[in-house]
């Protein structure tokens, strides 16, 4: 059995609730800002309205940087589908895999040219192959060597791969869920035949929604966490008591969530150890 992602809690995938039952986002990616858009600089401050229209200008991106040859395309972790979706209207032929069988629900009303498939993308055994394969915010997720091998399989002749996501700045301990410099993944995929034709450094688009969700988590989640706690202290000191002693393995996951995020969304850690880079690369077969 592997080992259980950070952002589960008892089954609850804890990130997916929040983005989309609290925050009501359509997106699950980081969205893209311009930058002399950027909140703050132009006198607005940035509210979850602004964060969507930045979601769908980062879907709007990166179809942009489709080649214009491509008919049929394979979204590896499609999250809640709104990449697919939007290439299915523009009359892309979309495959979308998740692992995530929480995902599903979000393909029940698809289009005729959009077919979701719950699967891990290194057990993915299809028929056909693809003009290219998308991966956006996804390719951390699984070994980099099974995954230039199942896109070499799934590849048609001169296709493409299309990454979006993060890769570290060097090679140190900081970021693990992060395996890859942009140097060594390019390598990699070198290996298999897929040659880099294209690299683009949005770290500065994406990065006010990392400021967004560090000065929430700093506002909102501490101060509410802290009162909470002192509330239950003060009025029933012996339910406190019993909340921590039988539910110590749920405050446990939740200290370990917070910290998880509180380091992650830093922008100055995060400028300091990550590169946020749209990579291209063609299968040159």
Not at 42 to 49: I, N, P, W
Not at 146 to 152: E, L, S, V, Y
Not at 262 to 273: C, E, H, I, V, W
């Amino acid at each position: 059995m592997g080992k259980q992602n950070i952002t589960e809690f008892d089954g609850l995938d804890l990130e997916l609730f929040f983005c989309t039952e609290i925050l009501k986002l359509n997106s699950l990616h980081y969205g893209y800002w311009e930058k002399n858009e950027k909140p703050e600089e132009d006198g607005t401050k940035l509210t979850l309205d602004c964060l969507r229209d930045a979601q769908q200008k980062y879907t709007d991106i990166l179809i942009d940087a489709i080649p214009e040859n491509v008919k049929s395309i394979l979204d590896v972790g499609c999250g809640i589908g709104d990449v697919s979706r939007a290439l299915s209207k523009l009359e892309y032929n979309v495959t979308a895999i998740s692992p995530d069988s929480n995902h599903a629900k979000y393909f029940e009303n698809h289009l005729s040219k959009l077919t979701f498939l719950q699967t891990k993308f290194e057990d993915l055994k299809i028929d056909g192959k693809f003009d290219l394969i998308l991966m956006s915010e996804s390719q951390n997720y699984f070994p980099t060597e099974i995954g230039f091998r199942q896109c070499a399989t799934l590849l048609l002749p001169k296709g493409y791969l299309l990454v979006s996501g993060m890769f570290r700045k060097d090679s140190g301990s900081e970021f693990t869920e992060v395996p890859n410099t942009i140097e060594d993944y390019a390598k990699t995929a070198e290996k298999h035949g897929l040659l880099l034709t294209e690299n683009v450094d949005i770290t500065q688009n994406i990065l006010p929604t990392i400021e967004f969700i560090y000065e929430s988590m700093e506002r909102y989640v501490e101060p509410s966490v802290t009162m909470l706690n002192q509330f239950i202290s003060s009025i029933a000191p012996l339910k406190s008591w019993f909340i921590k002693v039988f539910f110590r393995k749920q405050m446990k996951q939740t200290l370990q969530l917070y910290n998880y995020y509180r380091k992650r969304t830093d922008p100055l850690f995060f400028q300091k150890n990550i590169v946020y880079a749209r990579l291209l690369f063609q299968y040159d077969v």
